[in-house]
């Protein structure tokens, strides 16, 4: 019943998210027990127009 | 002021979600009260290649 | 496999989230499909200092 | 390390985001303190078919 | 209608909330346009127990 | 960079959350790159009677 949002840049591949849905799944379930269906992961892709740090949007980053 | 943040995958159509906004606000007044106009409901359609389900993304299943 | 996250201000009874509870997941159900079992709904009580409307916090209203 | 996510409707220019983030990291630094390097902003552009307020989708106001 | 969610470390007061409130709004308004009775801002107050930046937990650091 | 939520039932230990803390970082790190100070992680205890699957809050689950 954990439920896993991550929010990252976007331009990960489908790969990255599959493999990290496996293994964020697989730790879940290590420490905090329950079924692996239970395990929710949902991922937002942020653009870099749409993420600041320091107060400088990433898309103004060089 | 409830706010409703509703997270499903895509491929609802606007009438689904006109319906879904309808009926949420109707059953959030009845059984919270306030008015209609300070309920919020924010949907969010999710890619399948963004959302897992026991450590397997709904893209790749079948 | 929708999500709902509900924000509400502190005070509300656990009869009033059961019902909530049970009338999103009929709703939702009913009209985007899906088993009932899919349907998780997380409720948020907010409290009434940390939610603020027109730059003003519920905590300052009287 | 505080966070903001910031909802808002689609349409407004990378202009207006930049100057956002400039603007709540200065007033988060001011306000609680810490490094403005320490200030993460995310924003959400929500389609006017994805918001509704008072049981209505805003892509459905005239 | 922007809506503002913030996570900070607890332990701030009801005054810089108040502040922050009314600041965030302010920029809000300024920049983006529309009612200042139109922004909501949800605080919440994060446990050191509960926020990790680089696999650490903040109760964990001296 | 990447931001992680978990919501999780409430009763978890903090070595628990200590450990997926670490293990999340690490996982991230590998599989997205990035240095391991830049991944955040916040944990969301929820209440019972806050979480409903089913239409049923788990705090009415024997």
Chains 1, 2, 3, 4, 5, 6 share one sequence.
Not at 3 to 24: D, N, P, S
Not at 38 to 43: E, K
Request: overall charge negative; glycine content about 8%; proline content about 3%.
């Amino acid at each position: 019943m954990p439920t896993y949002h991550v929010e990252m840049m976007e331009g990960r591949t489908v790969e990255q998210k599959r493999r990290l849905a496996e293994e964020i799944t697989r730790v879940s379930v290590e420490i905090l027990g329950g079924a692996p269906e239970s395990v929710d992961i949902l991922i937002t892709d942020v653009k870099r127009e749409n993420w600041a740090t320091g107060g400088k949007l990433w898309s103004d980053r060089s």
